[in-house]
């Protein structure tokens, strides 16, 4: 079994490629929070927050999706996808917290 450092299949490059653009939302939105930008009583109170969070959040699960996939389908054994897969879990458990366990 070969252990490569950069994936191999096009889903294992989609799920680093949408990892990288989860990261990059984030930060835009970390951007909007310092440039003043503030929250309301509820999640869609200021949009200018919410698109990047949503889109942050869909990304790190796709990237989840994708690399799981890529694993399991095309036997994709690159230590970026395992640790993409990885991150992408923990984004996944994030999320469903938020949604079971509201605070």
């Avoid at 490569?4 to 939105?29: A, D, E, Q, Y």
């Avoid at 927050?49 to 889109?55: A, D, G, H």
């Avoid at 796709?62 to 890529?70: E, H, I, M, N, P």
């Amino acid at each position: 079994m070969k252990i490569n450092l950069t994936p191999k299949s096009n889903l294992g490059r989609w799920s680093v490629g949408l990892i990288i653009s989860f990261f990059v939302f984030l930060g835009l939105f970390f951007l909007f929070v310092k440039l003043g930008e503030r929250g309301g009583d509820t999640f869609f109170s200021n949009l200018k927050l919410t698109i990047p969070m949503i889109i942050a959040g869909l990304c790190g699960v796709c990237a989840f999706l994708t690399g799981f996939t890529s694993i399991i389908k095309n036997k994709e054994r690159s230590v970026f996808v395992f640790l993409v897969t990885l991150m992408g879990f923990f984004i996944l458990l994030y999320i469903l917290a938020e949604f079971l366990f509201p605070h």
